[in-house]
Every structure is written in structure tokens, then in C-alpha cells.
């Protein structure tokens, strides 16, 4: 049962448009969503995250927006670069006691990729 | 001065092995975790400790075994290696503290451990 979904496996954008990442869950329970970036023989770095309690949270060229009762969230990068190539993991963060370990759950990734 | 190092980086075993991955890390983080990444490319949690205590343990094989000798190391070792084992395994740590404030920049990890059985 996978809580977190991206359903789209790959993105090609060109370099200087928009690039827009989406990702679905199904837990009502998660508090936090994050996004992460994973270069080739690397391990994902954290790149922007959103508290459940608010719909917008942007950071220079990077925006995340959540919609909550759609159970919906994306990233979006403006302008996209070459470097923004990689894979992105949605990811959601929750406490499944309260005072118990913080768990985070993955999407499966998208693989962007800006061409010139 | 990498922030989660995880050793070996590959592994290539025989069916039946007993094999361990170390991981370290110098953040001054009070929990680690592993996860892996199966063929499906889906990151899952197996196990994390906080301060040497167990406190998330998945549905995993008891064939798979965490170690923690001290809050900076959380190692995994493996028994009777299956083919069904090969993935990449990511340790990863983070401050609880920091989460439950909601300063959430998530998990740092480390570059992965690419894990084949033959």
C-alpha cells in the first residue's frame, strides 16, 4: 500500500520554462511533505518542505504547493536550469505515536531533465 | 568531512553470504535510519534507531540485523544473502529535536551502497 505516489516516472522540460513535479497521498495523518533531489550515485539532499498547515512555501526558484483536501502537491521550478536535471522524491512525514519515532514515507520519483 | 558515509559504497555477493554495511555520521544527530531502494525505485524504511535504541522496525527479514554501537554509527548486516537482497541500501540520520519543533528539512543520507547477489 503505497501512501505516496508520483506518477509520472520521467519530465523534459526546456531549460528557462517551467518545470512542474507532482506528487498524490493517501494518509490524512501526514504533517509535513518534503521534496527531495537525488543525482546518480548520490543519496536525495533535501530541497524544500511544507508544513500541513499551509498551502504555499517557496524558496528562490523553488515552490511547493499543497492541497490538502485534494491530497495533492507539486513542486515547481522557475526558471529550470540544466543542473535542476536529477530525480525528485516527493516525500511525507508523520508520527504514528506521539511521542514515537518521526517516519518518512517516499514516492517513487520523477527523473527531470531540462534540455538546452 | 562528508556528512553521512556509508561503506562500502558497491557490494557484490554469492547467494548464502553474510555480508555488513557500515554507516557513520558527524552531524551530531541523535537518529539514523536505513532504507532501501527496490527494483521499483520506491525508498523504504527498514529500521531506525535513536540514541542506540531501536524505535522503527519494518517488516524486514529477521535475516537483516541493525547495530548501533554508539549514536554515530548505525551498521547492517545481513545473513544468508538472497537474490531477492540486491538494491541500493541509504542510511540516513537526522535531529528528532529539530523535527518536533518543526524546523523539518527532513533526513540527511548518505550516497547509497549499491548491494547485488549472484
Known amino acids: 500500500d503505497q501512501q505516496v505516489k508520483q506518477n509520472s516516472p520521467s519530465l523534459s522540460v526546456q531549460e528557462g520554462r517551467i518545470s512542474i513535479l507532482n506528487c498524490d497521498y493517501t494518509n490524512s495523518m501526514f504533517d509535513y511533505f518534503l521534496w527531495y533531489k537525488k543525482y546518480p550515485a548520490e543519496g536525495p539532499t533535501f530541497l524544500i518542505s511544507?508544513?500541513?498547515?499551509?498551502d504555499k512555501n517557496e524558496d528562490g526558484r523553488f515552490t511547493v504547493f499543497l492541497n490538502k483536501s485534494a491530497k495533492h502537491l507539486s513542486l515547481h521550478i522557475v526558471p529550470s536550469q540544466p543542473g535542476d536535471s536529477a530525480v525528485y522524491f516527493c516525500a511525507a512525514s508523520f508520527r504514528p505515536r506521539l511521542q514515537g519515532a518521526q517516519k518518512l514515507v517516499f514516492g517513487q520519483g520523477t527523473r527531470l531533465t531540462i534540455n538546452p | 568531512d562528508t556528512a553521512v558515509s556509508q561503506t562500502p559504497k558497491y557490494l557484490v555477493t554469492q547467494m548464502g553470504n553474510d555480508k555488513s554495511i557500515k554507516c557513520e555520521q558527524n552531524?551530531?544527530?541523535?537518529?539514523m535510519y536505513w532504507y532501501k531502494q527496490d527494483s521499483k525505485k520506491f525508498l523504504k524504511i527498514m529500521f531506525s534507531y535513536n540514541n542506540k535504541e531501536l524505535i522503527i522496525n519494518e517488516t524486514v527479514p529477521n535475516r537483516f540485523s541493525p547495530k548501533s554501537p554508539d549514536k554515530a554509527h548505525l551498521n547492517l548486516h545481513i545473513n544468508s544473502l538472497e537474490l531477492g537482497d540486491s538494491a541500493v541500501y541509504f542510511c540516513?540520520?537526522?535531529?528528532?529535536?529539530?523535527?518536533?519543533?518543526?524546523?523539518?528539512?527532513?533526513?540527511?543520507f548518505g550516497s547509497g551502497t549499491r548491494l547485488t547477489v549472484v
Open positions: 540516513a540520520s537526522s535531529q528528532d529535536r529539530l523535527i518536533r519543533t518543526g524546523l523539518h528539512r527532513g533526513y540527511t
Open positions: 511544507i508544513s500541513s498547515i499551509k
Open positions: 552531524l551530531g544527530h541523535d537518529t
